[in-house]
């Protein structure tokens, strides 16, 4: 079965210093990867996804993910954090079953504190 | 990117009522939509895969006949919390899927009093 885990629950760094949110993940076949971030009371705004290619994957507001398969690492990166990027963040793999859509399993997510 | 809206936002209702959860995606047809459902300061768990113009397949402790979902067309599935009490309190988030990645709607904070 496909599964992602985020092993921190929260991640604090200061603004303009580099930031790293972790994502392992275990699947059987080549992954679908995704980064997802939530803020308060919203929906998921899509950030980055990792499919075939480059195993860096640059994506949306500066963000980057880097696809390691020999780790089964999928870290999300920025090289300098702000404020404004303080929200809950998801890391998820597409379950590759079924057809005509299909499901988006999430970890359990990391909250990130960037502080001025 | 696609668009999935969703409509309410949020709402309050009374216990006993009933709640009508609307997504739609606006640039797309969807065959397949999904509903999850947020408690505080947890991750999204999928309740119900929502399939156009057939039944809906719950998730495995779901209760089908409190979560009733329709899929009446391609761009839009609707999800109703039947008889509602507190404990169904939460946020619910719909999702259609494109090519590869899915595509939230702004999700819908249920409180139930």
């Known amino acids: 079965a496909q599964s992602v885990a985020q092993p921190e629950d929260q991640v604090n760094v200061a603004e303009g210093n580099p930031l790293t949110v972790k994502c392992t993940y275990s699947v059987s076949g080549n992954p679908y990867l995704f980064w997802y971030v939530q803020y308060p009371n919203r929906g998921l705004q899509f950030l980055l996804k990792y499919i075939t290619g480059d195993n860096l994957v640059k994506g949306s507001y500066g963000f980057e993910a880097e696809f390691n398969k020999s780790q089964t690492s999928f870290h999300l990166k920025k090289p300098s954090a702000l404020v404004s990027d303080s929200a809950l963040y998801f890391c998820?793999?597409?379950?590759?079953?079924?057809?005509?859509?299909?499901?988006?399993?999430f970890g359990a997510g990391t909250r990130l504190f960037v502080k001025a | 990117g696609a668009v999935v809206s969703q409509h309410p936002s949020w709402v309050i209702c009374k216990s006993g009522t009933s709640v009508k959860i609307e997504c739609r995606s606006l640039?797309?047809?969807?065959?397949?939509m999904f509903w999850y459902r947020q408690f505080p300061k947890q991750s999204l768990m999928l309740m119900a895969t929502s399939n156009e113009g057939s039944k809906a397949t719950y998730e495995q402790g779901v209760e089908k006949d409190k979560f009733l979902i329709n899929h009446a067309s391609l761009t839009l599935s609707t999800l109703t919390v039947t008889s509602a009490h507190p404990e169904d309190s939460s946020f619910y988030i719909c999702?259609?899927?494109?090519?590869?990645?899915?595509?939230f709607g702004q999700g819908t904070r249920l409180t139930v009093v």
């Open positions: 999702s259609a899927t494109g090519t590869t990645e899915a595509f």
């Open positions: 998820a793999v597409r379950d590759m079953k079924g057809t005509g859509g299909f499901k988006t399993i």
């Open positions: 640039d797309f047809q969807a065959t397949t």
